[in-house]
């Protein structure tokens, strides 16, 4: 059965910043890009590290749209394991190294200025 549970304010959540919460003893990670709030567990599936207490960057990338020439994308999207570095994109929780793994998100709704998450 999914609960929702108020995790902070959107005073407290400014575009471009992220911080760690405590939701029904759950450390997560609440991130605000450009305007929209995503929900992870702060747990790296590494070895258990803080992951939402990481570095949030974007990523280099190559394609054919960029003849397979370096670029960077995703700029504020991806959050940095402090222990390891492992990278995982936040809207989606994919681990950029290894595509097989991919941790869960949480949704969120904001209502009031309230940042509500379901678990």
């Known amino acids: 059965m999914s609960e929702h549970y108020e995790a902070a304010t959107l005073d407290d959540l400014p575009p471009?910043?992220?911080?760690?919460?405590?939701?029904?003893?759950?450390?997560?990670?609440?991130?605000?890009?450009?305007?929209?709030?995503?929900?992870l567990p702060s747990v790296c599936p590494h070895q258990f590290g803080p992951l939402c207490s990481g570095c949030v960057t974007g990523t280099f990338a190559k394609d054919a749209s960029t003849h397979w020439q370096l670029e960077w994308r995703e700029e504020g999207e991806i959050v940095t394991c402090p222990w390891h570095g492992l990278?995982?994109?936040?809207?989606?929780?994919?681990?950029?190294?290894?595509?097989?793994?991919k941790i869960r998100t949480y949704p969120t709704t904001v209502e009031n200025g309230i940042v509500k998450i379901t678990l």
């Open 16 to 39: 471009g910043s992220h911080r760690v919460v405590q939701v029904n003893n759950r450390d997560i990670g609440l991130f605000n890009i450009d305007g929209e709030i995503y929900a």
């Open 87 to 101: 990278e995982f994109r936040i809207k989606t929780g994919q681990c950029l190294a290894f595509p097989r793994i």
